[in-house]
């Protein structure tokens, strides 16, 4: 198994950039297909982007692309997800998470989660 701890969240303005991290421990990270979701108050957690062992591939929801950027570093053993032109409706909790099969991109398709990280947009 895999332990996940996100960080780079904060406040920002709108159009600003920001770079989570989400580091692991346990199992390298090279086994896992890595993914990012995001929660906001009172809402269904959602898929933001993913990306494969290699990292060669990656797919985005429509909502976030091109103005996000997930990569992946397996010598660090870290994801990062870059965040570029923040909008107010970007405001959420931001999770990594990670899972062992190709399967889907809803929550229940990803095995382990970290804490997540506060993103917040002000307009």
């Known amino acids: 198994q895999v332990q996940l701890v996100e960080s780079g969240g904060g406040l920002v303005q709108a159009g600003d950039s920001l770079r989570l991290s989400c580091v692991a421990s346990g199992r390298t990270l090279s086994s896992y297909i890595m993914g990012w979701f995001r929660q906001a108050p009172g809402k269904e957690r959602e898929f933001v982007a993913t990306?494969?062992?290699?990292?060669?591939?990656?797919y985005y929801a429509n909502f976030v692309k091109g103005r996000f950027t997930i990569s992946r570093d397996n010598v660090k053993n870290t994801v990062y997800l870059q965040m570029n032109s923040l909008k107010p409706e970007d405001t959420a909790v931001y999770y990594c998470?990670?899972?062992?099969?190709?399967?889907?991109?809803?929550?229940?398709?990803?095995?382990?989660w970290g804490q997540g990280t506060q993103v917040t947009v002000s307009s």
């Open positions: 998470a990670a899972k062992t099969s190709y399967s889907g991109h809803t929550p229940n398709d990803y095995n382990y």
């Open positions: 990306v494969t062992w290699s990292g060669s591939s990656t």
